[in-house]
Antibody
Framework: QVQLVESGGDLVKPGGSLRLSCAAS????????MSWIRQAPGKGLEWVAY????????HYGDSVKGRFTISRDNAKNSLYLQMNSLRAEDTAVYFC??????????WGQGTLVTVSS | SYELTQPPSVSVSPGQTASITCSGH??????ACWYQQKPGQSPTLVIY???KRPSGIPERFSGSNSGTTATLTISGTQAMDEADYYC?????????FGGGTKLTVL
């Protein structure tokens, strides 16, 4: 059974940085696109970024472009999201998901990022 | 930017058929998929590539997509189907989610 386990969520001040991680197991990680998707408290889903299996192709949502960086380490079966210049509106649960554009077939349980002074 | 529009809420009686729509420009020319999210849980894929069901998803869940509208249909709706439902598509390498529909079974 596919497992995706996020970590790294925390309380951070506006303007600060944070790095999220997602540990993947029970599938061939390097074969698949991977994505980050977030959900602000009480709100809907918002796609953040995706990365190709080899890591060469990345694409970001407009609200995070230039501030967030998605990366992966296929040797460690891990996905990352480096978040810089954080804003209050980045407060959300961040989900790691297996998939790129068409659909997301597996999701992690999420990790909470709170941006507040 | 591309947008997908869903009704905020839909109500259905137990055993009846629920239909949730998702509208977007030329959506029928793209693939649509649907997620179910219950309170405190992560989303679960229930329909992908317009009409396909992942393994483990009950047959009462079905999907269609034509013109500008994708539709998720739940036949014989059960109390356990009460949840938020999100459609998702893509455009120009960008992933787009609908705003979500709260399905109430009463």
């Amino acid at each position: 059974q596919v497992q995706l386990v996020e970590s790294g969520g925390d309380l951070v001040k506006p303007g600060g940085s944070l790095r999220l991680s997602c540990a993947a197991s029970e599938f061939t990680f390097s074969d698949d696109y991977m994505s980050w998707i977030r959900q602000a408290p009480g709100k809907g889903l918002e796609w953040v970024a995706y990365i190709s299996g080899g890591g060469s192709f990345k694409h970001y949502g407009d609200s995070v472009k230039g501030r967030f960086t998605i990366s992966r380490d296929n040797a460690k079966n891990s996905l990352y999201l480096q978040m810089n210049s954080l804003r209050a509106e980045d407060t959300a649960v961040y989900f790691c998901a297996r998939g790129g554009t068409f659909y997301f077939e597996s999701w992690g349980q999420g990790t909470l990022v709170t941006v507040s002074s | 930017s591309y947008e997908l529009t869903q009704p905020p809420s839909v109500s259905v009686s137990p055993g009846q058929t629920a239909s949730i729509t998702c509208s977007g420009h030329k959506l029928g020319y793209k693939y649509a998929c649907w997620y179910q999210q219950k309170p405190g849980q992560s989303p679960t894929l229930v329909i992908y590539q317009d009409t396909k069901r992942p393994s483990g998803i009950p047959e009462r869940f079905s999907g269609s997509n034509s013109g500008t509208t994708a539709t998720l249909t739940i036949s014989g709706t059960q109390a356990m189907d009460e949840a938020d439902y999100y459609c998702q598509g893509w455009d120009s390498d960008t992933v787009v989610f609908g705003g979500g529909t709260k399905l109430t079974v009463l």
